[in-house]
């Protein structure tokens, strides 16, 4: 079957939105000496012909990369940018047959992780083709798999007032049988803040979320016992702060939104949930994976089977918010729900389109 991106509301972002859904599949590099409102391209920390998208009136700005997949290597207000960058890769590319690069940012993957799905560096690392879809907007299409036959696209669009980002992520597969997978969002950001998203009061999960741990059979979310002494509960609110050992953490979560409080900065992305959904690893609509550098903030979409030639859209939305003095505990990022606006997306009776 072909699945759709759930009905939007009819708001100004919503309007940005949709015609960027409906964007082309063909797509090829433009000319950088037309290029519409909102739109530079340049290089970018050694990367080529990168997509600068910035707002007018609002400090906010986008970089895209093609050249390593079309990954978001830079989203900032007042230039300060919550996305991490690895140092020690900055301008590389991904050579065919080579080893893949760990670079940080956002990028979609093939979900869910816990599939086992063969490497495939190609499909998120390999030189990406992209076209402008108008003011404030760009299409970035993927390398084909060429294992798999699968190919991931994404539409950007920056709302020139607000500078919210819509973001339309794409899994197409181009093979002969139909596959089974979700979309797995990557967004690596610096590390040293404090995660926060709300549990559910329903939830699948003894302890209302999960805990990723080794076993003999390889590594499962443990929802009865998770325990992490980074991470705490604070009137429904799972709250992780980002330092220490390696954790990962998942859960059921029905707000669709996750959000990350570093310094002065609230990095918020909204996602549509579906109460029917068939989440994989174990059922988490959300994860979030973090060490001492980086932490990684981990929408997922539903499973669904995508049958030969068809592709199944998953949208969402960020938003950086100025917060008026920096948060240090906990606490603080709890009390920052009640800034967090509503979820802009809409799931009639919870069902998977």
Same mark, same amino acid.
């Given at each position: 079957?072909?699945?759709?991106?759930?009905?939007?509301?009819?708001?100004?972002? =919503?309007?940005? /939105?949709? $015609?960027?859904?409906?964007? %082309?599949?063909?797509?090829?590099?433009?000319? +950088?000496? &037309?290029?519409?409102?909102?739109?530079?391209?340049?290089?970018?920390?050694?990367?080529?012909?990168?997509?600068?998208?910035?707002?007018?009136?609002?400090?906010?700005?986008?970089?895209?990369?093609?050249?390593?997949?079309?990954?978001?290597?830079?989203?900032?207000?007042?230039?300060?940018?919550?996305?991490?960058?690895?140092?020690?890769?900055?301008?590389?590319?991904?050579?065919?047959?080579?080893?893949?690069?760990?670079?940080?940012?956002?990028?979609?993957?093939?979900?869910?992780?816990?599939?086992?799905?063969?490497?495939?560096?190609?499909?998120?690392?390999?030189?990406?083709?992209?076209?402008?879809?108008?003011?404030?907007?760009?299409?970035? =299409?993927?390398? /084909?798999? $060429?294992?798999?036959?699968? %190919?991931?696209?994404?539409?950007?669009?920056? +709302?020139? &007032?607000?500078?919210?980002?819509?973001?339309?992520?794409?899994?197409?597969?181009?093979?002969?049988?139909?596959?089974?997978?979700?979309?797995?969002?990557?967004?690596?950001?610096?590390?040293?803040?404090?995660?926060?998203?709300?549990?559910?009061?329903?939830?699948?999960?003894?302890?209302?979320?999960?805990?990723?741990?080794?076993?003999?059979?390889?590594?499962?979310?443990?929802?009865?016992?998770?325990?992490?002494?980074?991470?705490?509960?604070?009137?429904?609110?799972?709250?992780?702060?980002?330092?220490?050992?390696?954790?990962?953490?998942?859960?059921?979560?029905?707000?669709?939104?996750?959000?990350?409080?570093?310094?002065?900065?609230?990095?918020?992305?909204?996602?549509?949930?579906?109460?029917?959904?068939?989440?994989?690893?174990?059922?988490?609509?959300?994860?979030?994976?973090?060490?001492?550098?980086?932490?990684?903030?981990?929408?997922?979409?539903?499973?669904?089977?995508?049958?030969?030639?068809?592709?199944?859209?998953?949208?969402?939305?960020?938003?950086?918010?100025?917060?008026?003095?920096?948060?240090?505990?906990?606490?603080?990022?709890?009390?920052?729900?009640?800034?967090?606006?509503?979820?802009?997306?809409?799931?009639?009776?919870?069902?998977?389109?």
């Amino acid at each position: 079957m072909e699945c759709k991106s759930p009905r939007l509301p009819a708001s100004a972002f =919503a309007r940005l /939105l949709l $015609p960027v859904c409906l964007a %082309a599949a063909g797509v090829g590099a433009q000319n +950088a000496d &037309d290029l519409p409102a909102g739109i530079e391209k340049r290089s970018y920390e050694g990367w080529d012909s990168s997509i600068f998208l910035n707002a007018t009136e609002t400090a906010v700005q986008v970089v895209i990369v093609p050249a390593t997949g079309g990954r978001v290597a830079h989203f900032s207000l007042d230039g300060e940018n919550v996305l991490f960058e690895n140092a020690a890769t900055l301008g590389q590319t991904f050579t065919e047959g080579g080893a893949p690069l760990w670079l940080g940012g956002y990028q979609c993957d093939l979900g869910p992780e816990s599939r086992g799905w063969p490497a495939h560096p190609q499909l998120t690392q390999g030189r990406a083709r992209w076209k402008f879809n108008g003011d404030f907007s760009v299409h970035v =299409a993927g390398p /084909l798999d $060429p294992r798999a036959d699968i %190919a991931i696209e994404k539409d950007f669009v920056l +709302a020139p &007032d607000t500078g919210d980002l819509g973001l339309t992520q794409r899994i197409r597969n181009q093979s002969g049988a139909a596959i089974s997978c979700c979309v797995w969002d990557r967004t690596i950001c610096k590390g040293g803040g404090f995660v926060f998203f709300p549990l559910n009061q329903k939830s699948r999960f003894h302890a209302g979320w999960s805990q990723r741990r080794s076993q003999e059979a390889g590594s499962a979310y443990d929802g009865e016992h998770p325990a992490s002494v980074q991470t705490q509960v604070i009137e429904g609110v799972l709250v992780a702060e980002a330092v220490g050992a390696v954790t990962r953490i998942g859960a059921d979560s029905p707000a669709g939104w996750i959000a990350y409080a570093r310094g002065k900065l609230l990095f918020v992305k909204y996602f549509p949930w579906f109460a029917r959904g068939r989440y994989g690893d174990g059922g988490n609509s959300v994860e979030v994976y973090f060490d001492q550098r980086a932490v990684e903030l981990s929408p997922l979409s539903p499973e669904v089977e995508i049958a030969p030639g068809r592709d199944y859209t998953f949208p969402e939305k960020w938003v950086l918010i100025r917060l008026p003095k920096e948060v240090t505990t906990a606490a603080q990022a709890r009390k920052l729900v009640r800034k967090i606006p509503p979820t802009p997306f809409h799931t009639p009776n919870g069902a998977v389109p």
